[in-house]
């Protein structure tokens, strides 16, 4: 099953693991694929992952291939388990496109949308459209997945809003259950291309991510975005960095965490005025990130921030059992 | 002369152009050379161009070559002309650095930094330094030159806000012919970036910009910036344009003109706030670029702007005058 060397748990599955299991997820998204072998209650018996995302498979057998190659055995050992993934698999240029379910949407809704199995017994999640009268449309596809992993998880975020922070992350707005509505933003994304290829890169020493951030560079990132970013705007800010470098005033090494500090203050700064007065607030992700966001979050007097980690596997669990798979 | 190919104009100089020449200027950016044979008034009596930037000469030796071959022979026919440079020759890892001037700055101030001859014989203009004691620091170089080459052409900018479009745009206050402080917004680069690296890029048919843009897309995206950019901000409305995309609102080959009038709209969102009483306005710069900033302003009830091309060799001369060596 490593053959290829992408394999993170390459060691045999137990067949006390099998035994247990209740659902085979799949998180499959642009550039990765993580599968579990999903126990009751959405805990993860087993996880593999290998950086064979969408954007990377062209063609039916590669899909197929894919699908046999980190899941295979798990199919063979146990047949009847429901299949079931989230993610780019089922965007228009997936495997078999899963069209956008429209906001509001609970996870009977989803559901709905999902009792015919696709390819190889694979049932697709489909993504949301947050489709305003008036601005912009918005769509998440993955996303959904991890909110109503939360949701089964914690109950007491039935009316909250979700961060996700990510490439493009999502603030999503939850009432009674049901998803009202989201609003993605583009930090991660834009912070990886200035970080990477713009003049800024010029100045940041290398590409490491250190262990630990520099928290006083990011700290003055948020605040800069927070009391100066409306009069100045992020184009401006953005510069500024590199101004900020050539002058002197921020040290080479700390112009990546400034930046980081910058964008995500300026994700906020919108984020936190249509925030009240709904409440709790929680973000879901990988926790290095969500770190981030709780240190920016009090700079905007949110201090009350629940964590928690990937909920994708409990969100395709919870998934299954509105279709009485699991 | 032209044995590289990189030559725009390889006819040989004429001796009528020799002899009217009062100035060799150079404009000497990251990515590019341009050299000027200029008369007087400014008056551009040849042009050479190469891409021969300061990104891409490293070490003594290969900056003294590059001038050597676009504008050797003009210094041999004439070795008494002045030489003078602007750009990022003057940058810290430029050939030689010409630290900043602060502002605000005349004519005058920037001449009196240059009067010691450096390589070559050759004069490197400085760059500006706006340091306001609140807010972020801002620096140019290169486009001081166009600055005082626009005010010599055009006196009566003395009292005026200039507007250089391009990758890092800039926003110029001119008060009774200084440079009383300035902006610059990175409206060009994170085109760019996005175009061509960002998952936008993917909704876009292909890299050519089309001879004559999508107005109406265009206008559309200077309007969503205008009107929901400051509640939406700007890291919302970037991942609008991948959900317009997807939901069919926008097709593909408007998208890129959309992105375009997005950024340019956010970047005038900041600029007119800052830009009255003072008046005149003037944009700076290449015509096509121009042109969407014309089109852009009208949607914020700036309908008045006069339009300059590259002012860059009259800056030169204006700053030969200031130094009384042309």
Not at 18 to 36: H, K
Not at 139 to 165: K, N, S, Y
């Amino acid at each position: 099953m490593d053959r290829d060397g992408t394999m993170v748990n390459s060691t045999t599955t137990s067949s006390k693991e099998l035994r247990e299991a209740t659902l085979i997820g799949l998180d499959w998204g642009s550039t990765g694929l993580r599968t579990w072998l999903i126990g009751d209650g959405g805990q993860v018996l087993r996880a593999r992952q290998a950086p064979l995302g969408a954007s990377m498979l062209s063609g039916e057998a590669a899909w197929r291939q894919a699908l046999e190659q980190f899941s295979g055995d798990w199919q063979r050992a146990r047949p009847e388990l429901p299949l079931l993934a989230c993610g780019m698999v089922g965007a228009q240029h997936g495997w078999r496109e899963a069209p956008y379910a429209p906001c509001p949407a609970d996870a009977a809704a989803l559901a709905a949308r999902m009792r015919e199995p696709g390819p190889e017994g694979l049932r697709i999640v489909p993504g949301l459209l947050d489709d305003p009268h008036e601005g912009t449309p918005d769509v998440m596809r993955g996303e959904e997945t991890q909110v109503f992993g939360a949701l089964a998880l914690h109950p007491e975020l039935a009316d909250a809003t979700l961060i996700l922070p990510g490439t493009h992350s999502k603030w999503v707005r939850l009432r009674g259950g049901r998803v009202l509505g989201f609003s993605t933003q583009m930090t991660g994304e834009l912070f990886a291309l200035l970080r990477r290829h713009s003049v800024l890169a010029k100045l940041m020493p290398d590409d490491e991510t250190p262990a630990e951030p520099d928290w006083e560079a990011f700290r003055q990132g948020v605040d800069t975005a927070r009391d100066q970013g409306a009069g100045e705007g992020l184009l401006h800010q953005l510069f500024g960095v590199r101004a900020l470098g050539l002058t002197a005033r921020l040290a080479a090494s700390a112009s990546a965490d400034y930046l980081s500090g910058l964008l995500i203050g300026h994700e906020l700064t919108v984020g936190v005025a249509t925030l009240l007065p709904v409440q709790p607030l929680a973000l879901v992700g990988e926790p290095a990130l969500c770190r981030r966001y709780v240190e920016a979050l009090k700079h905007f007097g949110v201090h009350e921030v629940k964590q928690l980690d990937n909920t994708a596997p409990a969100g395709l669990w919870r998934l299954a059992r509105e279709l009485e798979l699991a």
